[in-house]
């Protein structure tokens, strides 16, 4: 069986939960509490294995709570279930340890699901989470990758660059990033005007030594 603690300030949501959890096959309710001092002092003297954990809370709200619980019981998971799904609630949860994230439509089965996945040493997160994940890292990237081009150079002005250090032509670079050798050109003269190059030599030895 896998011991559940129940964290909400609101009774009505807690004791839902509650019931809900006694649904669910594998699953033991161990206790519930109504903020995280209330959720520490259970567990000082009630084992668990994953605790659901509200955000918003007063004494200690879910964040607070979740660092506190990881440093003084590094085996029991965390999986928040919240109403708020900002980037900012994500990250903070995230930081302090939790191990999955799930807004409060989630139904029994998803639930269910994330109690066993970080029982069991996975992560977890609600759909909205998930997207909201891969868009920040994507968004990270791209800045990541802007902010180390050389010279004002833009992300498709040093795809051409370096396709011409690879000694692509005009028309085979066009193909490559299925655009018209038109733009190509454009590409190409703002690029060498950037970097102060003159010819293709000259950009391909600039290509070399920028890594591009």
């Known amino acids: 069986m896998i011991r559940v603690v129940v964290v909400d300030d609101q009774q009505v949501m807690r004791e839902g939960l509650v019931a809900l959890l006694g649904l669910i096959d594998g699953v033991e309710v161990a206790g519930s509490a109504g903020d995280g001092r209330q959720a520490l002092d259970l567990l000082g003297h009630t084992a668990a294995d994953v605790v659901l954990m509200d955000l918003r809370m007063p004494v200690l709200d879910g964040v607070a709570a979740t660092r506190l619980l990881k440093r003084d019981h590094p085996d029991v998971a965390v999986v928040v279930l919240t109403t708020y799904a900002d980037d900012a609630s ?123």
């Open 90 to 212: 994500i990250a903070d949860a995230l930081r302090a340890g939790a191990r999955g994230y799930l807004t409060k439509d989630a139904g029994r089965a998803e639930i269910g699901a994330a109690i066993r996945s970080a029982a069991n040493g996975q992560a977890i997160f609600a759909a909205e989470v998930s997207d909201r994940l891969v868009a920040a890292l994507e968004a990270r990237t791209v800045t990541r990758a802007k902010a180390e081009l050389p010279d004002g150079l833009t992300t498709r002005e040093a795809e051409v660059l370096g396709l011409i250090a690879r000694g692509l032509s005009n028309p085979e670079i066009a193909a490559e990033l299925y655009i018209g050798e038109a733009t190509v050109k454009s590409h190409i003269n703002h690029a060498f005007a950037k970097i102060g190059v003159r010819n293709r030599a000259e950009a391909v030895r600039y290509g070399l030594e920028k890594g591009l």
